[in-house]
Nanobody, 119 residues
Framework: QVRLVESGGGLVQAGGSLRLSCTVSGTIASIGDMGWYRQAPGEQRELVATITSFSRGGKTNYEDSVKGRFSISRDNAKNTVYLQMNSLKPEDTGVYYC??????????WGQGTQVTVSS
């Protein structure tokens, strides 16, 4: 069974940095497309960043508001995907979720990690 566990959230002041981690168990993370999504209170879940599978080149994509500030990456040896978040803004506040998608295995979500950016 595929399982995703996020960590690294917390409270940070505006302008600060956090690094989120998503560790995958039950499969090899690099065979799936993976992404980070966030959900602010009262809002819909939105895409933040994605990285394609190893076989699809590990290409990255970012939501416009985070371009130049956030970076998604993989550590295949640790079966983990990271989201480095710099120059954080109060509007980045929300619960951040990790997602794994593979054509054969299906789609999976982590439980989420809270990020709060104070002004």
């Amino acid at each position: 069974q595929v399982r995703l566990v996020e960590s690294g959230g917390g409270l940070v002041q505006a302008g600060g940095s956090l690094r989120l981690s998503c560790t995958v168990s039950g499969t090899i993370a690099s065979i799936g497309d993976m992404g980070w999504y966030r959900q602010a209170p009262g809002e819909q879940r939105e895409l933040v960043a994605t990285i394609t599978s190893f076989s699809r080149g590990g290409k990255t994509n970012y939501e416009d508001s985070v371009k130049g500030r956030f970076s998604i990456s993989r550590d295949n040896a640790k079966n983990t995907v990271y989201l480095q978040m710099n120059s954080l803004k109060p509007e980045d506040t929300g619960v951040y979720y990790c997602n794994f998608v593979n054509t054969n295995l299906g789609a999976y979500w982590g439980q989420g990690t809270q990020v709060t950016v104070s002004s």
